[in-house]
């Protein structure tokens, strides 16, 4: 079992920065991948972005790739999201998760409650 806790969001102008956190117990969290996906308001929830267990291999996606970048530290059973050049089109609720292998696809095991990223024009 993997409880996942976000942190980190809050309201931000376009092209500002923010790094999301989550926060994991569990003493198997260094042997999960884990990932963040994100919903708008109207929309399926969408990959954002995803390390391996040992950190070694990430993926992102194409709408965030070289503005984002996810890391892990598996000391302190906690996986960021470093976001920076911000757009308007990236307001929405932030999730991580949990999983056994990496996956763009939301079927991940285990999600934290979202946090909430506001980012105005």
């Known amino acids: 079992q993997v409880q996942l806790v976000e942190s980190g969001g809050g309201l931000v102008q376009a092209g500002g920065s923010l790094r999301l956190s989550c926060a994991a117990s569990?003493?198997?969290?260094?042997?999960?991948?884990m990932g963040w996906f994100r919903q708008a308001p109207g929309k399926e929830r969408e990959f954002v972005a995803a390390i391996s267990w040992s950190g070694g291999s990430t993926a992102y996606a194409d709408s965030v790739k070289g503005r984002f970048t996810i890391s892990r530290d598996n000391a302190k059973n906690t996986v960021y999201l470093q976001m920076n050049r911000l757009k308007p089109e990236d307001t929405a609720v932030y999730y991580c998760?949990?999983?056994?292998?990496?996956?763009?696809?939301?079927?991940?095991?285990?999600w934290g409650q979202g946090t909430q990223v506001t980012v105005s024009s």
């Open positions: 998760a949990a999983n056994p292998v990496v996956t763009t696809v939301p079927s991940y095991n285990y």
């Open positions: 569990g003493r198997t969290f260094s042997r999960y991948a």
